[in-house]
């Protein structure tokens, strides 16, 4: 990695410097590099020297200068020098970024991937939408959110396993089953609180439809409970079986859909319950079994046992982190959205109440979607009359730009979802932007084999040439792809790829306008810049195809 490279730099600078005598012995801070804001002063920055003050006791300016000395320049570093109160700016070597365009030649899919996650195995829940009913484009988000973060963990050396929690057990789940008996009968649903709990969605009428048509005479003769619980099953299957086909619509594929039901069925809840018992953690209050959240840093305690004996839906929870953690991660993550913002101090006191550190379980929050259209606000679907569905928002604006739009943005800020926008054929649009910069670039190599130009062992061509202001910021971006991916994984900010893909689209716009990539009075140039194109190309679906699940075009 990039910056892990020029960290090496300077800490070998700094170990110089402490062995002649130039900085005392002891000092073991390890160097920040980062990106300077203004691109004029260079590459890569660092406050090295200033945070070595106090330890050294000297002056930041006079330790930058110390380490300027020492810091090697006939390698990957061509310039260093400092800037304002002891900063040190570095530029690369043009000889390093071009050896870096053959790397990513030689690398191919692979270029980018590292082993910065050392394999740590990551159990990843997200969307867990409940089966009883069509995915809304809040969903969509946590599932783009999800699934992205899922492969920039994984292309970063993690081991992630991917996971759907079906909430597939009680009362919200017979009254599915209910209200769809009461549509299959003709049955008026009750007025008042009464009907509060019936379903009310036109998808219901469907669901009902296909009852009908796939049971056939078998409700005949049941008593309603009875009924109640076949249609809750078969409706269970149904809405399940739609939600995943959506899910797969914007390539958000799952490793495991891990129902309730299971936890109930193999006593898995009250065992939870009875762990908890045994450690002290649950009192009896008003006949119901109480959780000492409170002792974990939780505002209040929860409910685990209604006074009925029923358990609530944080017993369930409790029981399947149980089994996640039993599993062997090393570290859980969910996502969940804005309305579940409570439930992140009493899961975290689950947790540690099953004697397992807060810290194993992290929880992303992530804000709603705004749908809009021509700037006006979209409420309610055209189709239903009611909220928008996910397969709606693909329908009309493909699965590219939905997936696209619905990760571009940081998960815990409110996106703003422009329909009209996504369907842009221009380059206001992000996701057309950023494919038209693969596609050109494809057309770019057609018209050259067109041409006769041999694309083979291109990463051993002279690249020497490359040496245009524009080429060189083309080069720099592709060579920061590793650090991107390492950064997003640790982060957990999957948007960030989206950002690079932006940025470097931009930066390839740049380079083909003012750099004439096929050139007929100057091969060595023409092969040069065909060898940074398609290391261009190669970064582009890399981050476009295998990280944000978005096609790479060759054509537009």
């Known amino acids: 990695m990039l910056r892990q490279l020029i960290a090496d730099q300077l800490a070998g600078a700094l170990d110089a410097a402490i062995t002649h005598g130039q900085l005392p012995e002891g000092i073991t801070v390890r160097p920040l590099v980062e990106k300077p804001r203004d691109p004029l002063h260079g590459d890569y920055a660092t406050n090295l020297a200033m945070i070595l003050a106090k330890p050294a006791k000297m002056a930041p300016p006079q330790i930058a200068k110390i380490l300027l000395e020492r810091i090697a320049t006939d390698g990957l570093i061509a310039k260093a020098s400092m800037a304002g109160p002891g900063f040190i700016n570095l530029s690369l070597s043009l000889d390093w970024l071009r050896d870096n365009v053959r790397a990513v030649l030689a690398q191919k899919a692979a270029y ?3 082993d910065a996650g050392k394999g740590e195995k990551i159990l990843l829940e997200f969307v867990s939408a409940n089966p009883t009913g069509p995915l ?8 783009a959110i999800g699934s992205t973060l899922a492969n920039v963990m994984n292309a970063a050396g993690y081991q992630v ?3 759907f929690y079906i909430n597939d057990a009680g009362n919200q789940m017979l009254n599915l089953g209910r209200s769809v008996l009461y549509r299959i009968e003709g049955r008026d649903i009750p007025q008042g609180d009464a009907g509060k709990e019936f379903y009310g969605g036109a998808y219901i009428h469907d669901v009902a439809a296909a009852a009908r048509e796939h049971l056939g005479n078998e409700l005949e003769g049941l008593d309603e409970e009875t009924k109640v619980k076949r249609l809750t099953e078969f409706a269970r299957d149904l809405l399940l079986g739609q939600q995943q086909q959506t899910l797969s619509r914007i390539r958000c594929h799952f490793d495991d859909f891990f129902p309730e039901t299971r936890l109930h069925r193999e ?8 762990v908890l018992k045994q450690k002290g953690y649950l009192y009896e209050l008003d006949g119901a079994l109480w959780l000492r959240s409170t002792d974990f840093g939780d ?3 929860r409910v685990v046992i209604r006074e009925n004996g029923m358990p609530t839906y944080l ?22 959205g804005a309305d579940h913002h409570g439930y992140v101090a009493r899961m975290k006191a689950a947790v540690q109440s099953l004697g397992y550190p807060a810290e194993k379980l992290e929880i992303i929050i992530g804000q709603l979607v705004s749908l809009y259209r021509a700037g006006e606000p979209v409420r309610m679907s055209k189709r239903t009359g009611e909220m928008v569905t996910l397969d709606e928002v693909i329908d009309e604006v493909g699965p590219d730009a939905a997936r696209f739009f619905l990760v571009m943005r940081s998960a ?3 996106l703003d979802f422009d329909l009209e926008l996504a369907k842009k054929e221009t380059a206001d649009n992000p996701v057309f932007y950023v494919q038209y910069a693969h596609a050109r670039i494809c057309s770019i190599l057609r018209l050259a084999e067109e041409q006769g130009q041999s694309l083979d062992g291109l990463e051993t061509a002279d690249l020497s040439p490359l040496s245009h202001a ?7 971006k592709l060579a920061s792809y590793t650090d991107e991916l390492s950064g997003a994984a640790s982060a957990r900010e999957p948007h960030r790829i989206a950002r690079f893909a932006q940025d470097l689209a931009g930066d390839f716009h740049s380079f083909y306008t003012n750099c004439r990539v096929l050139n007929p009075e100057d091969a060595p140039l023409t092969r040069a810049r065909l060898a940074l194109a398609v290391a261009s190309r190669t970064v582009l679906a890399n981050a476009l195809d295998d990280i944000l699940g978005v096609r790479a075009p060759e054509r537009m």
Do not use: C
């Not at 809304?136 to 599932?143: E, K, L, S």
């Not at 006593?267 to 009875?274: L, Y």
């Not at 524009?470 to 720099?476: I, P, S």
């Open 161 to 163: 396993h991917q996971e």
């Open 299 to 301: 505002d209040k305690d």
């Open 470 to 476: 524009d080429e060189r910021v083309l080069m720099l």
């Open 112 to 114: 980018g991937r590292s």
């Open 136 to 143: 809304h484009v809040g969903h969509g988000r946590w599932a």
């Open 315 to 336: 017993a369930a929870d409790i029981a399947y982190h149980w089994n996640k953690l039993d599993r062997g991660y090393d570290k859980l993550i969910n996502i969940f």
């Open 267 to 274: 006593g898995a809840i009250q065992k939870a319950v009875d």
């Open 412 to 414: 815990d800020t409110p």
